[in-house]
């Protein structure tokens, strides 16, 4: 090796070390040396609030999804709007679909009282969703930590940042890409949608009004239409939700894949993944796959999905109340 090479190189590594501390990655057991009750603590309080309600799983995890998708995954999506700020919370892709917030309160509660200032909101959130999926899966596994909160949560991000229902492919794949996902963690992230509700306003337009030829998507299965047209009427009820895999809606396991074959996926979106030949294949493999294997490959899409544009180091802060900026 030439000297002009090793000195590129001590400079290049100079560099690297030097931006150490605002480039410091996630860790498995972040909090071991300075609050080790950190993940049991938040384990306990969602346990418990699935035992009363197992629905609010899935909204856990669709809650890390629209928090990572929006500034990273840096709880922005915890933070109150006030007088003088929409935030992201209240945004139309988040108000009213998004639940579980009090569950994140109760864990930072505790969390307060045992670590004052150590656990940080988009850290609970991410380890809820895990225990989320641990608990409709089955499956324990470790999710590293060391985010740190964002100070900044704008609706309109929200509305900007999150894919909409009414999203083909090429909508979908490129707001992924954005994200750093391709477009097969994206096939693979939305298995999530074998657990949980929706809105009949998710839909609707999909039953009553789809163009200005067909009232109906030919894309939805009639058998199915007709049944969702009974638990949604054609009128603004806003609150109506069905399960979106009506056969197993706590569990997860990939009858998603099979939902969309069967032209059953509830979205837009959904179905939408088997438009092309390529991404058909791919919905045909996650529908065979051993449930074992699906749900390690979404289970690392997720984790890959909760490091995005992570706040770390001295970066943000620590909340002392998740809905509230220092
Ligand atoms: C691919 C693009 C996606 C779109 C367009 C989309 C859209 C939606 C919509 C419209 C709902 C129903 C909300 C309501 O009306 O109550 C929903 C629910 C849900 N989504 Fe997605 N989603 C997508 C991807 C994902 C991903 C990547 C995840 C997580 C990994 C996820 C997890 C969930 C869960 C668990 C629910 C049920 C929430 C509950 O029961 O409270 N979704 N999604
Ligand atoms: C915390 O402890 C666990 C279990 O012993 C270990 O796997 C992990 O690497 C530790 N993490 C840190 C950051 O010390
Ligand atoms: C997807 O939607 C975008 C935006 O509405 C549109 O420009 C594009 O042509 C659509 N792509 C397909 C394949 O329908
Ligand atoms: C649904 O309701 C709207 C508005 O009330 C009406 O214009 C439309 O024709 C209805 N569609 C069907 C399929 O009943
Ligand atoms: C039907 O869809 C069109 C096009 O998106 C929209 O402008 C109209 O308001 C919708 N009508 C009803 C009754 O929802
Ligand atoms: C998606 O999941 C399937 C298993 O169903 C797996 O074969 C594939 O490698 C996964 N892709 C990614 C990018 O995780």
Known sequence: MDLGRVNVFLALAVIILSCAPSNAQLQIGFYNGTCPVAESIVKEEVMKALNDDPGLAAGL???????????????SVLIDSTNNNIAEKDSPANNPSLRGFEIIDAAKSRLETECEGIVSCADILAFAARDSVLFSMGIPYAVPSGRRDGRVSLASEAMSNMPFPSFNLTELTGIFNDKGLSQ????NLSGAHTIGRSH?????RRLYNFSSTV??????????????KKQCPNDTNPSIVVPMDPDTPTEFDSNYYNLILANRGLFTSDQALISTPETMEQVLENSYAPLEYFQLKFRDAFVKMGSIGVLTG????IRMNCRVIN
Do not use: K
């Open 61 to 75: 995890v669709r809650m890390h999804f629209h928090d990572a998708f929006v500034r990273g995954a840096d709880g």
């Open 184 to 187: 097969e963690e994206m096939i």
């Open 200 to 204: 009949c306003t998710s839909f609707r």
């Open 215 to 228: 009232s109906q998507d030919p894309s939805l299965d009639p058998t199915y239409a007709e049944q969702l």
């Open 314 to 317: 001295d970066e943000g802060e």
